[in-house]
């Protein structure tokens, strides 16, 4: 199986900047899509970013020009890097790969989750 291991998050003020990474291990035999997702209390999981194994992106209209997805394929780790953070940014962020641990399995895993809080 594969396994997703989050950090980075922590407490910031508004207009401030923070980066998470997210590294999988394990069984993995290729990883397609990686991206990261979001919840805030009371909402709905929703998608913040996506990178595939090529590099092509997709962002949230909401965080468009603020934050930015980056991968390393060869450390299995994607990354983001979050600029002029709102207090609307505040949630959970939990890391999502589409991956295969062997040639024939493909499964969507899922970090823990770390903590983003925007606030002053």
């Known amino acids: 199986q594969v396994q997703l291991v989050e950090s980075g998050g922590g407490l910031v003020q508004p207009g401030g900047s923070l980066g998470l990474s997210c590294a999988a291990s394990?069984?993995?035999?290729?990883?397609?899509?990686m991206g990261w997702f979001r919840q805030a209390p009371g909402k709905e999981r929703e998608l913040v970013a996506t990178?595939?194994?090529?590099?092509?992106?997709n962002y949230a209209n909401s965080v468009k020009g603020r934050f930015t997805i980056s991968r390393d394929n060869a450390k299995n780790t994607v990354y983001l890097q979050m600029n002029s953070l709102k207090p609307e940014d505040t949630a959970v962020y939990y890391c999502?790969?589409?991956?295969?641990?062997?040639?024939?399995?493909?499964?969507?895993?899922w970090g823990q989750g770390t903590q983003v809080t925007v606030s002053s």
């Open positions: 990178i595939t194994s090529g590099g092509a992106t």
């Open positions: 394990g069984s993995i035999f290729s990883i397609s899509v």
């Open positions: 999502n790969a589409d991956a295969r641990p062997t040639p024939l399995a493909r499964y969507k895993y």
